[in-house]
């Protein structure tokens, strides 16, 4: 059974750093991407940050030296480090993995980012 957990949100002020941690467990082959997406109320949910086991990055141009996305691919895990918060980058962060054609989805942590 494959699990999808997302760790390290939390309350920062504009202008502060958070690290979110995913890690995922029960899949037999190498995960091909680890992706980072939030969702904040009333809004889809869209892509912050990705990393493929090819060693590419993508990020959305919102976050484009802010964020940094790195990936364990040994631990199958996905971090994402967040720095200089504005208040737009609150919401739910969810971890999503891309695998052998499916995705799977964790269960989100919540980023809030107010004074």
């Known amino acids: 059974q494959v699990h999808v957990v997302e760790s390290g949100g939390g309350l920062v002020q504009p202008g502060g750093s958070l690290r979110l941690s995913c890690a995922a467990s029960g899949f037999a082959l190498r995960i091909h991407a680890m992706s980072w997406y939030r969702q904040a109320p009333g809004t889809q949910r869209e892509l912050v940050a990705s990393a493929t086991s090819g060693g590419s990055t993508n990020y959305a141009d919102s976050v484009k030296g802010r964020f940094t996305i790195s990936r364990d691919i040994a631990k199958n895990t996905v971090h994402l480090q967040m720095n200089s918060l504005k208040p737009e980058d609150a919401g739910v962060y969810y971890c999503?993995?891309?695998?052998?054609?499916?995705?799977?989805w964790g269960r989100g942590t919540q980023v809030t980012v107010s004074s």
């Open positions: 999503n993995v891309y695998y052998m054609g499916s995705e799977y």
